[in-house]
């Protein structure tokens, strides 16, 4: 079990350093200050991960063509992901927190169990989210067919890979 628990400790402190940079310079504003931040944020309708949002394959017309979805289809895929989207929002909201509430402990020096057991309530919400995740995309495959499925998955992978080609183009 100790074995477990540094390995474990080990990959929360160095692996999330590169991906949560940004967090350092966070840490000098005051959560009111970050909270503002991040609802200006979602007013502007961009997300507080820094990501340009992708278009809703389901409801962009160009991309509706392009893959052959309905209205009906358009519907109810919209409504798999109306209806996902506040616990999903919430789960990022908590995990957030509890990942601050992490780093905080080990910035402090907390005791090793005070750690392990925040360590298991971060993971154990990280999990429940991307299960969340799996499941509205579960769902919304349902309302596809097979075809629509395949052209579905090559889209999204060749928007996320532009999307991230421009941001590695500006971080340059």
Known sequence: MARYSAWLL????FAPAPARAWEVCERSQTPQQRASQGADQQKAGRPDDGHKPLPKWWIDPQLRSELGITDQQSAAVDA???KSLPALR???ARLDK???????MIRDGADEQTVIAQIEKVETTRADLNKGRTLMLYRMNRVLTVEQRVKVDAKVKAMHQQRDGERRDLSR
């Open 90 to 92: 919430e789960g990022h």
């Open 98 to 104: 509890l990942e601050d509430a992490l780093s905080l």
């Open 80 to 82: 798999v992901w109306q």
């Open 10 to 13: 080990a990959a929360v402190l």
